[in-house]
């Protein structure tokens, strides 16, 4: 099989996977991903299969849909990419690629982190979803999902949170962006992923502006 029909099964796979998921989290947010994540990788040196395959399986069964289970995923990914024969070496890459890919596992300290350009060129196309307008589309989206507060002045932003404490977190949407969303500009590892990332994070803080002014009533908002 080659290159492009095992992208092509892939993304069957994906689409009928995540027919049923939440907003912030299906297809279209792959889509996305894995179309930035081929934009950036044009500038680095990567195995484009690998790019191509650790974008569409990044989030093939996010643990935070699955009670917690980091493990879903990854043996999801490794079963169905067994199933098209993909060489193991691939395979273990793409494993190690959403084992590593979430921002959570940033906030484990004790472990030395998996890295490769491949990692590095889905994060930011993975991170790069999560900021700017879509960023600030797929927070509420999920906030209503799991029926969070859109804002409370009484609970602060955890700007130290463990991993663990980031997985449980039920804090409003508005601290999500003090929590992660604000952080992921300077997270970024390619020079097209920080350059892209520039606009969107803007994007965020203008709107934090706009809503504090209409949350506090005040004149011109």
């Known amino acids: 099989m080659s290159d492009s029909d095992i992208i092509d099964q ?7 996977t995540l027919k049923n998921a939440e907003g912030g989290h299906d297809w ?11 934009l ?8 484009i299969l690998v790019v191509g395959l650790g974008a569409l399986l990044h989030d093939i069964a996010d643990a935070k849909f699955y009670n917690g289970d980091e493990t879903i995923a990854p043996k999801m990914a490794k079963d169905f990419l067994k199933s098209l024969n993909v060489p193991k070496k691939t395979i273990d890459h793409v494993v190690k690629i959403i084992e590593n890919c979430s921002f959570k596992n940033s906030l484990t300290k ?21 900021i700017g307008a879509i960023g600030i589309a797929r927070a509420f989206n999920y906030g209503g999902f799991k029926n969070r507060k859109l804002y409370d002045p009484d609970i602060a932003p955890n700007l130290n949170m463990t991993k663990e404490e980031y997985k449980k ?25 920080r350059k892209l990332a520039e606009k969107r994070h803007q994007f965020m803080l203008d709107y934090l502006e706009q809503f504090y002014g209409e949350w506090n009533g005040k004149p011109g908002f």
């Open 10 to 16: 892939t993304i069957l796979f994906v689409k009928e």
């Open 28 to 38: 279209f947010h792959i889509q996305r991903v894995y179309n930035n994540s081929l």
């Open 40 to 47: 950036i990788a044009k500038d680095e040196n990567v195995d």
């Open 110 to 130: 004790s472990k030395k982190p998996f890295s490769s350009n491949e990692l590095f060129v889905i994060q930011d196309a993975d991170r790069l979803d999560a």
């Open 169 to 193: 977190s039920s804090a409003p949407t508005i601290n999500h962006f003090y929590e992660k969303l604000l952080l992921l500009k300077d997270s970024l590892k390619t020079h097209a992923g």
